[in-house]
């Protein structure tokens, strides 16, 4: 059993919508944390009640009595605690993964195809399944990504700046062919 949320806006962090990546050696999955904002109390309280729901559901994969929370591990994690990064700061964040890929749309529910539309920093809400587990002496409450539409575009969080936002235009005069001694024409004429 599982209960599915929609998220208010949040920021999209370790985008892998498009390719699934493997980590830890484990199977390739689609991925991407989500980052709420604390101020957004109702996808704060949607997501408290999904949790809860899901332990209530899979109460039989904890032999019909629900661990305390503290021995489960649960997937709203506080960023403020959680991470040494200011991104993060101010936020919960789920990361959210599945075997098969998301659809991802713009705001007008038109299907996202281009990679470098959906990245670390853009805006965008999500649908995420939650769902009690109890495999292999780890157990809890796992998020399964649904689908994700895009909202709006924001400053990137990987990979340095754009080459957009580095360079400005250049207006190239037409090459002088003195600095060359070596005889002859200059390539550059």
Do not use: W
């Amino acid at each position: 059993m599982s209960t599915r949320i929609m998220t208010g806006k949040v920021r999209l962090s370790y985008v892998n919508v498009f390719e699934p990546k493997a980590i830890e050696g484990g199977d390739p999955r689609y991925s991407v944390a989500l980052l709420i904002p604390k101020t957004d109390t109702d996808t704060i309280a949607k997501i408290e009640k999904a949790i809860e729901q899901a332990l209530q559901e899979g109460a039989g994969k904890f032999g019909g009595k629900i661990p305390p929370r503290g021995s489960l591990k649960l997937p709203l994690r506080d960023g403020d605690t959680e991470r040494d990064d200011p991104v993060y700061a101010g936020h919960y964040f789920i990361n959210a993964n599945s075997k098969t890929r998301p659809g991802v749309v713009d705001q007008n529910v038109q299907p996202i195809i281009d990679p470098e539309e959906i990245y670390s920093g853009c805006y965008a809400r999500a649908t995420v399944t939650f769902f009690a587990y109890n495999v292999s002496g780890n157990r809890g409450v796992g998020a399964g990504l649904g689908n994700i539409q895009k909202l709006a575009d924001g400053e990137r969080l990987a990979g340095g700046p754009s080459a957009e936002s580095e360079f400005g235009a250049v207006e190239f005069a037409k090459a002088d062919p003195a600095p060359f001694d070596g005889g002859g024409d200059s390539f550059l004429a």
